[in-house]
């Protein structure tokens, strides 16, 4: 059931592509997508599911959605240079994690780590809140959380840590 999940928000992901961005249909699929990312491994755990597999179908679902979403969303918002400057350094770390992991642990490793799981979070609300607020007032609180979570997830793999936290 929860791969199911996963594999539902791929899906509902690539139909964001087709909508219009911002609209009333876009917001319902840009939400059943954030739930079905929280509910996949929380059924995972209740179900006793948790498997490798599952955990990294999670992540190119995560991956296929902020695509999805980044296509959409950001030709219509106005990012300052500095915000540009610090997802650059942000996709740098995140890189430099997945190589780190690679020569350390001779696989991909993507970690869930609650520090993760918040910055994804914050990530997600962040085109729900700039409804209500311009992006500059809240870009420092999502790059920060992002940011930590990128450095702590690098500190994780380089000092040989295997950690899947769960919320």
């Known amino acids: 059931m929860a ?8 899906l509902l ?7 219009s961005p911002l609209s009333f249909v876009f917001w319902i699929i840009y939400t059943a997508c954030g739930i079905t990312d929280m509910l ?3 059924v995972a ?12 179908l999670d992540s190119i679902a995560d991956l296929i959605f902020i695509c ?13 240079f500095w915000m540009w400057i610090w997802i650059a350094l942000i996709a740098f770390v995140k890189l430099l994690n997945l190589i780190c992991g690679y020569i350390v642990q001779h696989a991909m490793v ?4 609650k520090a993760n799981k918040v910055a ?8 729900i809140i700039l409804l209500f607020a311009e992006l500059k007032y809240i870009a420092v609180l999502v790059l920060a959380a992002a940011s ?5 997830e690098g500190h994780i793999i380089r000092t040989g840590g295997n950690r899947h936290e769960q919320i």
Do not use: C, E, W
Request: hydrophobic share 55%; net charge positive; proline share 3%.
């Open 3 to 10: 791969n199911r999940l996963t594999i539902m928000r791929m």
């Open 120 to 127: 994804g979070f914050l990530l997600f609300l962040l085109p």
């Open 68 to 80: 999805a979403a980044m296509i959409q969303i950001l030709p219509i918002v106005k990012i300052d």
């Open 13 to 19: 992901s690539v139909v964001l592509l087709f909508l």
């Open 148 to 152: 930590f979570a990128a450095v702590q």
């Open 45 to 56: 755990r209740k179900t006793n599911t948790v498997s490798q597999f599952g955990s990294k």
């Open 40 to 42: 996949d491994g929380y």
């Open 110 to 113: 993507m970690l869930h780590t």
